[in-house]
């Protein structure tokens, strides 16, 4: 059974930068594509990043060069960081996996992160 | 980047059925089958429900089904259930962004 978790702050100050990792139980960390997606209170859902265990992290242009992803496979999780945080960045954070074979859907998320950005 | 656009709410009676549409552009839906659409409970995550236009992940019911024509996706549920009422996403793949989400669709029960 397939089970992601993240895990980071709660709270994070304006201009400073957002980590969060995601837990992965149940699938390889090497295989699949791993990704971030977010929801701001009330909103729709925001992709933000993939990336796969080798290669760079792809994310939306959104985003500029706020973001980057990275992959542990001795931990089996992944990373998000996201610099440079204003209010526009208060949402719930998921991570999602797109699996490697099988559709260009995500199958799995995670339980979501609320991160609100606020001194 | 810009949404696709879906109508905001969607309503009927149990056992009917209904259409949510998932309106895009000759970059995104007109131009690849990789759509998939989201069933989002109240405070609950996203469930994946249909991908790639219509295929049906393992263990979802078949009164759902998709579909698209030319630049619109459309997600059809039929015999429609209480446990139906939820939030809607579709998504679909457009210029190098695997995933741009629509404005999502609030399904309620007459």
């Known amino acids: 059974q397939v089970q992601l978790q993240e895990s980071g702050p709660g709270l994070v100050n304006p201009s400073e930068t957002l980590s969060l990792t995601c837990a992965v139980s149940?699938?390889?960390?090497?295989?699949?594509?791993w990704n971030w997606v977010r929801q701001a209170p009330g909103k729709g859902l925001e992709w933000i990043a993939y990336?796969?265990?080798?290669?760079?992290?792809h994310g939306s242009p959104s985003f500029k060069s706020r973001i980057a992803m990275s992959v542990d496979t001795s931990t089996n999780q992944f990373s998000l960081t996201l610099t440079s945080v204003t209010a526009a960045d208060t949402a719930i954070y998921f991570c999602?996996?797109?699996?490697?074979?099988?559709?260009?859907?995500?199958?799995?998320w995670g339980q979501g992160i609320l991160v609100t950005v606020s001194s | 980047q810009s949404a696709l656009t879906q109508p905001a709410s969607v309503s009927g009676s149990p056992g009917q059925s209904i259409t949510i549409s998932c309106t895009g552009t000759?970059?995104?839906?007109?131009?690849?089958?990789?759509v998939s659409w989201y069933q989002q409970h109240p405070g609950k995550t996203p469930r994946l429900i249909l991908y790639?236009?219509?295929v049906r992940p393992s263990g979802i019911s078949d009164r759902f089904s998709g579909s698209k024509s030319g630049n619109t996706a459309s997600l059809t549920i039929s015999g429609l259930q209480a446990e139906d009422e939820a939030d809607y996403y579709c998504?679909?793949?457009?210029?190098?962004?695997?995933?741009?989400f629509g404005t999502g669709t609030t399904v309620t029960l007459l």
């Open positions: 999602a996996r797109r699996p490697a074979l099988g559709g260009t859907g995500l199958d799995h």
């Open positions: 149940g699938a390889s960390i090497s295989s699949h594509y």
């Open positions: 990336r796969r265990h080798i290669g760079t992290t």
């Open positions: 000759s970059s995104d839906i007109g131009i690849y089958n990789y």
């Open positions: 790639d236009v219509g």
């Open positions: 998504s679909s793949y457009r210029d190098d962004i695997p995933y741009v």
